[in-house]
């Protein structure tokens, strides 16, 4: 080789590796926001998931930074103004939100959950019929399962009620046992959960078929090769020892069960959802 050509190559050499460090540097100094539904309280909400995408950042060498407003609808409206990329969410199965192009990426393995509506135990209220002309609260306009589900529920047995919004769900159970509320359209597993936590008893009036839980999400804009490796931590936490003990103490918080790690979704478990957008009244779509 000649001097000219040993000289090229070392220069060829040189702006390969400059490429790849400004490529490596790039993708280290992006962050990606994420925005969970808020399913409980602001602070407990951040309990859970903070840990988590801190996990899941290190393990993926993506930084992810946790996005959430003071109510669900709040959270979701970011999503929708595509202020963020990653989601855990069931806000984006109605047709014109599917037209967004998310992806969903996996979910979390719980026991199935269903849309509820519920009143203390204690309550007189035995029957969904006494509910009518009551004050029922809900988390908020955007909740599918704990909202949409019950209340369409409702206008389908012609009992009219007066919709409170308690901000996220503990925001309605709240409301619920202060006495502001006589019944609260729920999430089952956020009462197991609520009722774990809050040494609380309810009486179940009406429960909805099964569904899936939420679905782990990204927005389209992402590189596929940055939502893979963020995918790849989020479903390895339960091979993993420290992504177990990350899971455990992050569910114990909130009333879940241990082992509800992430495991993969095409979306395609979520028919249920996108069955109710077809049949649902106008103002629930």
């Given at each position: 080789?000649?001097?000219?050509?040993?000289?090229?190559?070392?220069r060829l050499l040189t702006l390969?590796?400059?490429?790849?460090?400004?490529?490596?540097?790039?993708?280290?100094?992006?962050?990606?926001?994420?925005?969970?539904?808020?399913?409980?309280?602001?602070?407990?909400?951040?309990?859970?998931?903070?840990?988590?995408?801190?996990?899941?950042?290190?393990?993926?060498?993506?930084?992810?930074?946790?996005?959430?407003?003071?109510?669900?609808?709040?959270?979701?409206?970011?999503?929708?103004?595509?202020?963020?990329?990653?989601?855990?969410?069931?806000?984006?199965?109605?047709?014109?939100?599917?037209?967004?192009?998310?992806?969903?990426?996996?979910?979390?393995?719980?026991?199935?959950?269903?849309?509820?509506?519920?009143?203390?135990?204690?309550?007189?209220?035995?029957?969904?019929?006494?509910?009518?002309?009551?004050?029922v609260a809900f988390p908020g306009?955007?909740?599918?399962?704990?909202?949409?589900?019950?209340?369409?529920?409702?206008?389908?047995?012609?009992?009219?009620?007066?919709?409170?919004?308690?901000?996220?769900?503990?925001g309605a159970f709240s409301q619920?046992?202060?006495?502001?509320?006589?019944?609260?359209?729920?999430?089952?597993?956020?009462?197991?959960?609520?009722?774990?936590?809050?040494?609380?008893?309810?009486?179940?009036?009406?429960?909805?078929?099964?569904?899936?839980?939420?679905?782990?999400?990204?927005?389209?804009?992402?590189?596929?090769?940055?939502?893979?490796?963020?995918?790849?931590?989020?479903?390895?936490?339960?091979?993993?020892?420290?992504?177990?003990?990350?899971?455990?103490?992050?569910?114990?918080?909130?009333?879940?069960?241990?082992?509800?790690?992430?495991?993969?979704?095409?979306?395609?478990?979520?028919?249920?959802?996108?069955?109710?957008?077809?049949?649902?009244?106008?103002?629930?779509?």
């Amino acid at each position: 080789m000649t001097t000219a050509m040993t000289r090229l190559a070392g220069r060829l050499l040189t702006l390969v590796v400059f490429v790849l460090v400004l490529t490596h540097d790039a993708r280290a100094a992006a962050v990606y926001n994420f925005s969970p539904v808020n399913q409980y309280g602001i602070n407990l909400t951040a309990a859970y998931w903070n840990p988590i995408i801190g996990y899941v950042s290190d393990k993926s060498g993506i930084k992810l930074a946790l996005k959430i407003g003071r109510t669900s609808a709040d959270t979701t409206s970011y999503v929708l103004a595509r202020e963020v990329e990653f989601a855990f969410t069931n806000h984006l199965f109605s047709p014109a939100r599917e037209s967004l192009k998310w992806k969903t990426l996996g979910r979390r393995q719980t026991p199935a959950i269903q849309g509820q509506i519920v009143v203390p135990a204690e309550s007189p209220i035995t029957d969904l019929a006494q509910l009518a002309g009551k004050d029922v609260a809900f988390p908020g306009p955007e909740a599918l399962v704990a909202y949409k589900f019950p209340y369409a529920h409702l206008l389908s047995r012609n009992i009219n009620v007066t919709v409170v919004f308690g901000g996220n769900m503990d925001g309605a159970f709240s409301q619920l046992f202060s006495g502001r509320v006589q019944a609260v359209g729920a999430n089952s597993q956020l009462t197991e959960g609520y009722a774990k936590r809050e040494n609380k008893k309810f009486r179940v009036l009406w429960t909805s078929e099964p569904l899936h839980d939420l679905a782990l999400m990204v927005a389209p804009q992402v590189p596929e090769n940055d939502a893979r490796a963020v995918a790849e931590a989020f479903l390895g936490m339960a091979k993993d020892a420290r992504g177990r003990d990350v899971m455990r103490k992050a569910s114990a918080l909130v009333g879940l069960p241990e082992d509800a790690y992430f495991i993969f979704s095409d979306g395609s478990e979520y028919g249920a959802y996108r069955r109710f957008y077809q049949s649902a009244p106008a103002n629930l779509r």
